[in-house]
């Protein structure tokens, strides 16, 4: 499995440690304090390791930092997540010709984006999909692709969507990708959903706390495509990042269509 | 009864209610409107996967089907209209999960030197070519240090200065020296490859209050 990005550097607050690298010669023992480390004298004892002293200062509101690994959306991503194909059918319950069926008058955008996500809940593919209670978006979801499919026969659009979200199950978001595509076929409306889903990122030890909603809430889905993964950067809340690759997402379109492809009614 | 407005006022019940509970209203109303309510039960097609979604991994493994009832009286006559939605759920295998830390160290292409200004180091081995493109090698192992313990290994370079990293305010700052046996003085010693240094892929350092 590819593991995508490079290293990430969230910008860390002004008390971080900053490490630099300096040339310097190795202090010997009872060479204290260490100019090139700028120890003073008063900062203590430190450890003795072989012939090295090192002198070390009292550590003060030293930072709690979390350190994440993303998981970018890219073709290892699309490749190596579960794919959840759900097909909903509902019938048009049409009169004289005119759908009456109030499905036929939600398009693909508002099935995937109304809030709450609530046709996702309803039609009971939240669930399907290995989704957990209590959805709600923490980075609203966009639009990122469309291509023309054959779904139960018809050729229709089919719309590829990302979005994070929260569920009951975890703290940590989860980046949501869904192909969606509708069509009439008889006296249905069908509405045919690939679901993949998989944490954002993970944490780099067990217990450690997930950064805040600080950096999410500055997220925007159309500014995380790009054609590559960010790789190597210092980021702060705001920037620009990538963490949805065009060949993810074609990726996983690519199986959505191959899948819708292959259904047909019973 | 007029059924564009009907319609009209149904989609715009949808942002608010249950979605087939809509579904069942709208098509009893519909019904009603031609003066033929009756009681009928409108059931939506099963679907299938054939073999190519099979080819790919998929497998069926959910039916669901959803039924809603809607009464409704019209010119004194009364019926309902039963919707039966259906959900048709196929999967393939499933995530892999996400890598171990220590896999995404030793898979990385990441050099020492594009992750070496961040903090808290939590593992570093190498030689003296901290700022170097230097690469991983699989196999090696990491150590996690802690965040109030900045521990670096900083070989030592025949004949030329020590490369030293310092940290900005200071924190514990280990010296070790290099013996035999790709070892440093660490107590206890703490082996690294000979030449080699590696970083880990996706990492990225994030203190809590967000920034």
Redesign the interface.
Known sequence: MSHGVGPLFLTAPPSSLILELLETTRQESGNSPNPVLGVSDDTGGGPTIGSTTINTPSITNLPSVTQIYWNPLDTGWAENTQTTVAVFTTPSASVGGRSLNPLSEVDENEFVTADGAEYLEESGIREAAGLGPNLSWVVAPAEVASRSVTFLGNQTTMRSYVGYVTTGDSEIPRTLLINLATTETGDDIAFGVTVQHRAMYSLSEDGASAPTDGILSAMSVPDLVGAEASNGLNVSAGDDITLVVDAGVTTSADLAAQALGDLSLA | MN?KR??TD??A???RR???L??GV??A???A??GGLTNQT????????????AG?G?EQ??T?T?TNKAEREAFGVSGS?T??????????????P??T?E??WT????TLS?????????AVRGSDG??GDIMPAEGDQFE?MP??S?TLLVP?TDGE?????????????????RVSDGEV???PPVPYAEGESF?????????????
């Open positions: 059924s009907e319609l149904t989609t019940r949808l942002t249950k979605l087939l809509a579904a709208a098509g109303a519909g019904l409107g031609c409108i059931t939506a097609s099963d679907v299938e996967m054939g073999e190519t979604m790919l998929f493994t959910d669901k959803f209209v919707a039966e939605s259906k959900l048709t759920v196929f999967a393939n295998e499933e995530s892999t996400d890598p830390e896999e995404r898979e990385s292409d990441s594009q992750w070496s200004d961040s903090t808290p180091i939590r901290l700022d996690s965040a109030a900045t030592d200065p020590d490369r030293v990293i310092s940290s900005t305010p200071m924190a514990d700052v280990d010296f070790g020296d003085t660490f107590d970083a880990p892929a996706g990492l990225a350092f994030v203190s809590e209050d967000g920034q």
